[in-house]
């Protein structure tokens, strides 16, 4: 986009994270941390889907997508919940 200030990318002017439901910002990093805290709590025998954790995070009031939670669990190098089972 061209302004008076100079050239800027479109993303510029968005800010990258997500809006709680009390109007609060959070970084893509907060939300990849709390999927990990999760992850890292959950019980080995039922480890959660990402429907869960998508559940999990909406009642703290952080809105956010399963395909995205897929996402970050990727980027996270965390497995999918019927690899991470312990039988």
Not at 18 to 35: C, F, H, M, R, W
Request: net charge neutral; glycine share 6%.
């Amino acid at each position: 986009m061209a302004t008076p200030q100079g050239t800027f990318e479109m993303k510029y002017f968005f800010t990258p994270g997500y809006q709680t439901a009390t109007g609060e910002s959070l970084s893509n990093t907060s939300v990849k941390e709390a999927i990990l805290d999760l992850v890292k709590r959950e019980d080995g025998n039922e480890p959660l889907s990402d429907s869960e954790i998508v559940e999990i995070l909406s009642e703290r009031g952080i809105p956010i997508a399963r395909r995205t939670v897929a996402k970050y669990r990727t980027e996270l190098n965390i497995l999918p919940s019927h690899m991470r089972r312990k039988y």
